[in-house]
């Protein structure tokens, strides 16, 4: 089955530094690659996801880049902020009838 | 407002208990899924369902069980609770559409003593 490894557990930065959270799948056939968000105390939500024929999506501070050959997918957040301080989860999957495979997360604390 | 449920929110129950926790969507999705989760650390999936009649065990492997007979509701039932299922337990939801995202409830955060 799939398995996907995410590097690093933790990180700390400080506001207005940028972070970059990685990740790799092992099963070639995976198209959907989706990152999700935990605040403390609250549920996962999905921040930004993309799919295996496009490289890169931005959204304003977030960005998902995904290198296919290399089956690899990076998280990168620009101008941190406090508020940016959370557990982000990386996932995987072959598409909707598959479940998604998470990788064990990275604690991010943004440091005022 | 269409959202995914679940309750209890906080249950403390002793050794040996049946429980059931519940999880409904008002989202009108097909696939639910089980997660175990201890605070900030990894999701394990446990459980997972497809449609009504349908479940699979997940990839953690798990002593409770669940059941899907109606599209709304997955309950998740552990016969007898052990303190080693003290944990939290995250239910979600997803579409039929392709690259459809999974929606998650609240959770639940269970004490065995």
């Known amino acids: 089955g799939e398995n996907v490894e995410q590097h690093p557990s933790t990180l700390s930065v400080q506001e207005g530094d940028s972070a970059v959270i990685k990740c790799t799948y092992s099963?070639?056939?995976?198209?959907?690659f989706p990152w999700y968000k935990q605040e403390l105390g609250k549920r996962p939500q999905l921040i930004i996801d993309?799919?295996?024929?496009?490289g890169e999506k931005k959204d304003q501070r977030i960005a998902v880049t995904l290198n296919k050959t290399a089956k690899h997918f990076s998280l990168h957040i620009t101008e941190t902020q406090p508020e940016d301080s959370a557990v982000y989860f990386c996932?995987?999957?072959?598409?909707?009838?598959?479940?998604?495979?998470f990788g064990k997360g990275t604690l991010l604390t943004v440091n005022p | 407002e269409a959202d995914i449920y679940q309750t209890p929110r906080y249950l403390v129950i002793g050794t040996g208990k049946k429980i059931t926790l519940e999880c409904s969507q008002t989202?009108?999705?097909?696939?639910m899924y089980w997660y175990q989760q201890d605070p900030g650390m990894e999701l394990h999936l446990i459980h997972y369902s497809y449609g009504v009649n349908s479940t699979e065990k997940g990839d953690l492997s798990s002593e409770s069980t669940v059941s899907r007979i109606r599209t709304e509701h997955f309950p998740l039932t552990l016969e007898s609770a052990r303190p080693s299922h003290t944990s939290q337990y995250l239910c979600?939801?997803?579409?039929?559409?392709?690259?459809?995202?999974?929606?998650f409830g609240p959770g639940t955060r269970l004490t065995v003593l």
């Open positions: 099963d070639s056939a995976s198209n959907y």
């Open positions: 989202m009108g999705h097909d696939k």
């Open positions: 993309i799919r295996s024929n496009v």
């Open positions: 979600a939801s997803q579409g039929q559409r392709d690259y459809n995202e999974q929606f």
């Open positions: 996932a995987a999957s072959k598409g909707s009838n598959y479940k998604l495979t």
